[in-house]
T-cell receptor, first 111, second 114 residues
Framework: DTAVSQTPKYLVTQMGNDKSIKCEQN?????MYWYKQDSKKFLKIMFS???????INETVPNRFSPKSPDKAHLNLHINSLELGDSAVYFC??????????FGPGTRLTVL | QKEVEQDPGPLSVPEGAIVSLNCTYS??????FMWYRQYSRKGPELLMY????GNKEDGRFTAQVDKSSKYISLFIRDSQPSDSATYLC??????????????FGSGTRLQVQP
C-alpha cells in the first residue's frame, strides 16, 4: 500500500495555465507538507498543514494556494503558471514534527 | 550563509569503499537530524534519524552527530552500486517561531562504481 501518493506524476502545461496537484496519505499523520525541488536537487519547504490548519507558509508567490479538505489530503493549486515553476513538487507527511515520509513527486514542466 | 551546507558532489567511489557524507549547520536550535536517500526520479526516503550527539548504527550505515561543532556525518561501509543515489541531510527542531518543517541540505550525489 502506498503511504503517500501524488497525482499526477508528470504534468506538462503551457505558461499562464492553472493546474492542481493532489496528495493523499494513509498513514494517519496529522501534518502534511509541500516541497519544491529544483534542478539542483535543493528541497525547499513551501507549506505545512497540521490538522487542516496552515502552520507554515514560506515566501511563495500567492499564485500557489494549498488546500486541505481533511487530514489525509493536501492539494496544491497553481494559477498563471510561469516557466520558473518548472520543478519536482513533493508532498510529505509526518506525525507532529517526527519523521517525514515523502510521496513520489510530481514533475511539472511549464512550456 | 545557508542554514545547512552540504557538498553537492558528485562523489565517485569503488565498490566496497567506505563512504563519508557530511553536513554543517549554523542554527544551534536544531535538535534532531536525519539522512534521506533519494534515487533518481523518486521521492526521498528516510535512512537514519537521531536526536543526540554521538553515533547511531544501522547495518552498513552509521550516523554521527557532533552538536558542539555543528557537524553531522553519514558513513556507509562496504558500499554497493545500489547505494548510488543522492543523500540529503535534514534537521529540525522547535524554533523561536514555533514548530518548523525540516531544513534540508542540497544533497550529495554518490556514485559507487562496480
Amino acid at each position: 500500500d502506498t503511504a503517500v501518493s501524488q497525482t499526477p506524476k508528470y504534468l506538462v502545461t503551457q505558461m499562464g495555465n492553472d493546474k492542481s496537484i493532489k496528495c493523499e496519505q494513509n498513514l494517519g499523520h496529522d501534518t502534511m507538507y509541500w516541497y519544491k525541488q529544483d534542478s539542483k536537487k535543493f528541497l525547499k519547504i513551501m507549506f505545512s498543514y497540521n490538522n487542516k490548519e496552515l502552520i507554515i507558509n514560506e515566501t511563495v508567490p500567492n499564485r500557489f494556494s494549498p488546500k486541505s479538505p481533511d487530514k489525509a489530503h493536501l492539494n496544491l493549486h497553481i494559477n498563471s503558471l510561469e516557466l520558473g515553476d518548472s520543478a519536482v513538487y513533493f508532498c510529505a507527511s509526518s506525525q507532529g514534527t517526527d519523521t517525514q515520509y515523502f510521496g513520489p513527486g510530481t514533475r511539472l514542466t511549464v512550456l | 550563509q545557508k542554514e545547512v551546507e552540504q557538498d553537492p558532489g558528485p562523489l565517485s567511489v569503488p565498490e566496497g569503499a567506505i563512504v563519508s557524507l557530511n553536513c554543517t549547520y549554523s542554527n544551534s536550535a536544531f535538535q534532531y537530524f536525519m539522512w534521506y536517500r533519494q534515487y533518481s526520479r523518486k521521492g526521498p526516503e528516510l535512512l537514519m534519524y537521531t536526536y543526540s550527539s554521538g553515533n547511531k548504527e544501522d547495518g552498513r550505515f552509521t550516523a554521527q552527530v557532533d552538536k558542539s561543532s555543528k557537524y553531522i556525518s553519514l558513513f556507509i561501509r562496504d558500499s554497493q552500486p545500489s547505494d548510488s543515489a543522492t543523500y540529503l541531510c535534514a534537521m529540525g527542531g522547535f524554533m523561536d517561531t514555533g514548530r518548523r518543517a525540516l531544513t534540508f541540505g542540497s544533497g550529495t550525489r554518490l556514485q559507487v562504481q562496480p
